[in-house]
């Protein structure tokens, strides 16, 4: 196998929300040269209670990197989140977040719901194989994980190749996207 690119979160920039109520590092995307994209993984700073920006026509898996915990409210409703957990919402929902301590992190899979399906899961080390019409994204959960020869840190990143089977070692989390119409869950 040859070397995968890998996505180092430490050279990531920070960038404001677009309702510039926050801030996040945008891990990977499929954006066009225009900056326009049908899915996006980010990890979001919350430092403080805020509002989240609305994306109406996306929906969005938020899942807590901690460390400790969140309320996450969604249209009136609040949820605890610890690390591990996760919520999905429309893009349009209205949505705002209160951490619990310092130094919070927060996954955020968006994506166009009209052209994919989602889903965000936890596996530890594994081996195998990206179906050919899926896009399947890594990020390292631990400071010493592995893909392939690959050495990652914690929220590293990488798109793991279509046809390519792969082996892990360590703890990630893996956020699937599907072309609807595929069949395919």
């Not at 919350?46 to 901690?66: C, D, E």
């Not at 996760?86 to 705002?96: H, L, P, R, T």
Request: aromatic share 6%.
């Amino acid at each position: 196998m040859h070397a995968l690119p890998i996505v180092h979160y430490a050279d990531l920039s920070v960038q404001p929300w677009k309702n510039g109520k926050g801030v996040s590092r945008t891990v990977l995307s499929d954006s066009d040269a225009l900056g326009a994209w049908s899915w996006k993984v980010s990890v979001a700073e919350i430092s403080h209670p805020q509002p989240y920006s609305q994306y109406p026509g996306i929906q969005r898996i938020q899942v807590a990197l901690g460390p400790g915990e969140i309320d996450l409210t969604v249209s009136g409703q609040t949820r605890r989140l610890r690390a591990g957990e996760q919520a999905a919402f429309a893009g349009d929902d209205e949505v705002s977040v209160v951490p619990l301590g310092p130094g919070f992190l927060a996954l955020n899979l968006m994506f166009l719901g009209e052209k994919w399906e989602a889903s965000v899961s936890t596996l530890d080390s594994t081996t195998g194989n990206s179906p050919r019409n899926e896009v399947r994204i890594l990020v390292a959960l631990d400071n010493s994980c592995r893909v392939g020869n690959a050495e990652l840190t914690r929220l590293d990143a990488l798109i793991i190749p279509r046809d390519t089977h792969v082996t892990t070692v360590g703890r990630f989390h893996l956020a699937t996207l599907s072309p609807r119409g595929t069949g395919t869950k």
